[in-house]
Structures are given as structure tokens and as C-alpha cells.
Nanobody, 124 residues
């Protein structure tokens, strides 16, 4: 099975940028659809972005559309989420998740493999 490790989180001021990374090991990342699912304190995990196995299709929640870009480098087994114009409401632990068979990329229940998360904190 694939193991996932996120990095790149941190403390940033409102309007700033971060690039989150997700490193995969154990299996070839190209076999998996990947998503990013942040979870804020006291809230449910939610979908923000996903990308198909080949990278041919990407998906974004309305909350991040236009200010975030998801990408993957299957040769390096890496996934990225570039986030710009960050807002305090983006504050959450960001998890990357993978699954070889995904029909609904917006549903976190479709993903079986999860990283430990990376904290993103946006100050106002």
C-alpha cells in the first residue's frame, strides 16, 4: 500500500502563499487518484482539490477555485497544492489522500490512504 507524508504547512499572513507537498512511498503514485482534504478544529474534513492518476483532470472546491493549483509529478512520486491569497478561514490541518479507484473525488470516504497532515495557519 502507499504511504503519504505531507509537508509545507506553516504560519502565514492573510494574503500570503504556501505550497503544500505530499510525498508517496511504497507504491507508484501514478496508480492513485489524489485529493487534499483540510480539517479545521471542530469541523468535518472537507474537499478542496483533487487530481486524477494521470493528472489529466483536476477538481477544486469553490472556496479555493482561482487561488489554488494542484499538480503532481509521478516521476518523483510527489503531489503539490499551491495556495495563494490565503484567508484566515483556510486555517486547518491539510491531509492528502490517495486511492486507486475513485469515482467521486469530492468524497473523502472514497480515499483509503491518508497522510498525517500538515498544519496551515493564516493570521488576519
Amino acid at each position: 500500500q502507499v504511504q503519504l507524508v505531507e509537508s509545507g504547512g506553516g504560519l502565514v499572513q492573510s494574503g500570503g502563499s504556501l505550497c503544500l507537498s505530499c510525498a508517496a512511498s511504497g507504491r507508484t503514485l501514478s496508480n492513485y487518484g489524489i485529493g487534499w482534504f483540510p480539517q479545521a478544529p471542530g469541523k468535518e474534513r472537507e474537499f478542496v482539490s483533487a487530481i486524477t492518476r494521470s493528472g489529466g483532470a483536476t477538481y477544486y472546491a469553490d472556496s479555493v477555485k482561482g487561488r489554488s493549483t494542484i499538480s503532481r509529478d509521478n516521476t518523483k512520486n510527489m503531489l503539490y497544492l499551491q495556495m495563494n491569497s490565503l484567508k484566515p478561514e483556510d486555517t486547518a490541518i491539510y491531509y492528502c489522500a490517495a486511492d486507486p479507484l475513485v469515482s467521486d473525488y469530492g468524497d473523502y470516504d472514497e480515499f483509503d490512504y491518508w497522510g498525517q497532515g500538515t498544519q496551515v495557519t493564516v493570521s488576519s
